[in-house]
């Protein structure tokens, strides 16, 4: 499955951002979803992800009532709404699928990736 991120950009503290990924190819498969980041000089970690029934969701601590993470299945389609933004935010955002129930918290542990887009908050 290909992945493809989209919604990055520069934002005011405070500030709002959705972030979108399409999926294309095997998409007939099923796949949990969700996002990492990754802020300069940092490792990749986790952020967000989705079941693939959508019934349930789970956040990273430092999002957790900021961030809210859905699915749209008829497109394919995964988002991730930021909301209430901090600089401690501004980082690389990486959507990921995994064709399982949950998706993994550990990057190493995840089977495919979109390519990235950058979100900066400015303070």
């Known amino acids: 499955v290909q992945l493809q991120a989209s919604g990055g950009g520069m934002v005011q503290a405070g500030g709002s951002l959705r972030l979108s990924c399409a999926a294309s190819g095997r998409t007939d498969r099923n796949y949990a979803v969700g996002w990492f980041r990754q802020a300069p000089g940092k490792e990749r970690a986790f952020v967000a992800r989705i079941y693939l029934t959508a019934s349930s969701t789970y956040y990273a601590d430092s999002v957790k009532g900021r961030f809210t993470i859905s699915r749209d299945n008829t497109r394919s389609t995964v988002y991730l709404h930021m909301n209430s933004l901090e600089p401690e935010d501004t980082a690389v955002y990486y959507c990921?699928?995994?064709?399982?129930?949950?998706?993994?918290?550990?990057?190493?542990?995840?089977?495919?990736w979109g390519q990235g887009t950058q979100v900066t908050v400015s303070s």
């Open positions: 990921a699928a995994h064709p399982s129930i949950t998706l993994p918290t550990m990057p190493d542990n995840i089977d495919y």
